[in-house]
């Protein structure tokens, strides 16, 4: 019997207690009109509060919940151990302050659930996804998270199995046959997952969507219930099956790259807000290699998109297996090279196309345009999170790597933030080099963020996940000054944080005057909301949750108009 309590001690009177027990219950929403006054007990559990405009529904497990999300992966890291129930919502006592101006919701998205029944999932990335909510207003944080509705979720539980294709994970077959229809209809995409488990985004029309790598894996959700609305349909003919999992996503235009596994390149396409069409910017052919390499992110600058060529390509024929290679969907070409190709905006044209040297990158941080005295373009300067040309980190991400860590062996592969210089003079060649000493950031780098007014434009700050070693993953928060070349790091023993995200204070002029939002999984089952100063990088406030909630990947700020 797991068991926790809050009691007493949110200064804002709302108090819970939280007695998980074998007594089930049917997992209604609890007191979201009328506040309660005294304790009510309710299939053992208990809740005290006061009725506010601010208080949410209380979410409770039901006890078939509890076994169908089961606790199979369970006595490991918080981090790495499945979400302990469908949904929680509840507010949260805070420790500090949060400030006033902070009005709105941070989403995050991740891969929270790794078993079905006694199925272990293998990699991190196979994993239902888990969007979780920190809501702030007045001063105060009400938290929750739940599981996508995706189809593949949905069928999960149904089917006590996994019936579509995942990262890694592939539907156990009965018999060749079976194994033959399911190869054509992974033509068709059929078979292919829709658990949009990668990041979430707000659209310019208000619409908010979380996302994966396959295009069907795009749902719209509602940012206050967390409920899943439906897929999101493009409802262009442009096709394809996979797509950037990081669209790049502003109140104007919704940007992404289709790569095309046929004919060797990319659609570079653009969507507007308050439609579901997108329409093509224009085409990248690949340089070289046999499929396109793969684009979870790529960058822009204000007049234009960087397209990574990266030598860690797709592979058609590890798409059609049942059993994972070491790089999964993809294969490690170094004799492809790796090419940066920079296309304009407005007319569709490449005005760039350099190889530079082999990289390896999940996430691009930002780009700019680099100028002359005389206000020429003369390069365009790309910053990603980058693993020195090594793939060996999606191997780190296994879970079964994940889980094994002991405290001692040092083994997350070292990262730095790799700085493209992509020269627009003709020249063929770009370079890479660090943007600053990676050991300011203890060689871990991944999961990033910015000012998103900096977007495309030149910047001097990034957010990220660094290390302190000895680790197997990311254990840090770093704020990167890329001006001074130095790092602030936050480090909680024990503790595994996720992607620092950076929310502007409204009418801010500094680029780092804002907050630093991450969520905290600790090693002893709990976990918390943490709010860091931008500026100052010192702790200004947290939320301890009622149990630790699994990594996440990646979020987004839904603004209280
Ligand atoms: C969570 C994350 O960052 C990445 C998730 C990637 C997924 C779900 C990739 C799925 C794919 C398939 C199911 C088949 C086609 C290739 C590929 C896009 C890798
Ligand atoms: C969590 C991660 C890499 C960490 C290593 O340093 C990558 C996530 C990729 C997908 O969003
Ligand atoms: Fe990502």
């Given at each position: 019997?797991?068991?926790?309590s809050?009691?007493?001690?949110c200064?804002?009177?709302?108090s ?7 007594h089930?219950?049917?997992?209604v929403?609890l007191?979201?009109?009328?506040g309660?006054t ?18 949410p529904?209380v ?28 949904r ?8 500090g ?14 891969p929270?659930?790794?078993?079905i ?15 979780v909510?920190?809501?702030?207003e ?10 996508i509705?995706s189809e593949?979720y949905?069928?999960?539980?149904k089917?006590?199995?996994i019936?579509?294709?995942?990262f ?15 190869i054509?209809?992974l033509?068709?995409?059929?078979s ?5 488990n ?10 908010v969507?979380?996302?994966?790598e396959?295009?069907?894996?795009s749902?719209v959700?509602d ?15 442009l ?5 950037s ?6 109140d104007?235009?919704?940007?992404t ?8 390149g990319y659609?570079?396409v ?5 439609s579901?069409?997108?329409k093509?910017?224009g ?19 204000e ?26 969907k ?16 407005a007319?569709?044209?490449?005005v ?16 700019y345009?680099e ?7 003369t ?16 191997d ?6 994940l889980?094994?860590?002991k405290?001692?062996d ?34 871990g780098?991944?999961?990033c ?26 254990n ?5 000054d ?8 936050w ?9 620092p995200?950076f ?7 500094e680029?780092?005057?804002g ?10 089952g ?8 931008g500026s100052?990088?010192?702790?200004i ?6 149990y ?14």
């Amino acid at each position: 019997m797991d068991s926790l309590s809050l009691s007493g001690v949110c200064r804002h009177h709302f108090s819970l207690d939280f007695h998980h027990s074998n007594h089930g219950n049917d997992g209604v929403f609890l007191g979201n009109k009328v506040g309660f006054t005294r304790k009510q007990e309710r299939g053992g559990l208990a809740i005290a509060g006061v009725a506010s405009p601010l208080r949410p529904p209380v979410i409770v497990p039901s006890l078939e919940e509890e076994q169908t999300v089961g606790r199979r992966d369970r006595n490991h890291h918080t981090a790495w151990t499945s979400v302990r129930q469908e949904r929680w919502e509840g507010e949260l006592a805070v420790q500090g302050e949060i400030p006033l101006w902070l009005k709105g919701t941070y989403l995050r998205n991740g891969p929270g659930l790794w078993h079905i029944e006694d199925y272990n999932f293998r990699h991190l990335f196979d994993g239902y996804a888990t969007l979780v909510k920190l809501h702030f207003e007045d001063g105060r944080l009400i938290a929750g998270h739940r599981q996508i509705e995706s189809e593949a979720y949905k069928a999960a539980r149904k089917n006590k199995r996994i019936c579509f294709r995942e990262f890694s994970e592939v539907p156990k077959y009965e018999n060749f046959m079976a194994y033959v229809g399911d190869i054509a209809k992974l033509f068709s995409g059929a078979s292919l997952t829709d658990n949009a488990n990668t990041g979430v985004v707000k659209l310019g029309d208000g619409r908010v969507v979380c996302l994966t790598e396959t295009q069907k894996g795009s749902l719209v959700i509602d940012p206050g219930s967390l409920d899943t609305l439906g897929r999101f349909e493009y409802s262009d003919s442009l096709g394809g099956l996979i797509h950037s999992a990081h669209p790049i996503v502003t109140d104007a235009e919704f940007l992404t790259l289709l790569p095309d596994l046929v004919n060797p390149g990319y659609l570079v396409v653009r969507m507007e807000p308050g439609s579901n069409e997108r329409k093509v910017i224009g085409r990248v052919n690949c340089r070289a290699g046999p499929a396109p390499g793969w684009v979870h992110s790529f960058p822009v600058t204000e007049h234009y998109v960087v397209v990574p060529e990266m030598p860690l390509r797709y592979c058609a024929q590890n798409l059609l297996r049942a059993e994972p290679t070491p790089l999964y969907k993809f294969e490690w070409h170094p004799e492809s090279k790796a090419f940066l190709h920079v296309m304009c905006k407005a007319s569709g044209k490449i005005v760039a196309s350099v190889e530079v040297p082999l990289f390896v990158t999940f996430h691009f941080i930002n780009a700019y345009e680099e100028e002359d005295e005389d206000g020429r373009v003369t390069a365009i300067i790309a910053d990603c999170c980058e693993h020195n040309a090594d793939t060996t980190i999606l191997d780190r991400l296994r879970l079964q790597n994940l889980r094994s860590f002991k405290g001692k062996d040092d083994v997350l592969p070292d990262a730095r933030v790799g700085r493209f210089t992509i020269p627009l003079d003709g020249s063929p060649y770009g370079k890479l080099e660090a943007a600053l000493e990676p050991n300011e950031h203890g060689r871990g780098m991944d999961m990033c963020s910015i000012n998103p007014a900096n977007l495309g434009k030149k910047y001097r700050y990034a957010y990220a996940c660094g290390a302190k070693r000895p680790c197997h993953f990311p254990n840090t928060l770093t704020k990167l000054d890329l001006e001074k070349k130095v790092a602030k790091n936050w480090h909680d023993e024990g503790a595994v944080p996720s992607e620092p995200f950076f929310v502007a204070r409204p009418g801010a002029t500094e680029e780092d005057d804002g907050v630093v939002i991450s969520l905290i999984s600790e090693k002893n089952g709990s976990g918390y909301a943490l709010l860091l100063d931008g500026s100052t990088f010192e702790e200004i406030a947290r939320a301890k949750l009622p149990y630790g909630l699994p990594y996440g990947l990646h979020g987004c700020w839904v603004p209280k108009e």
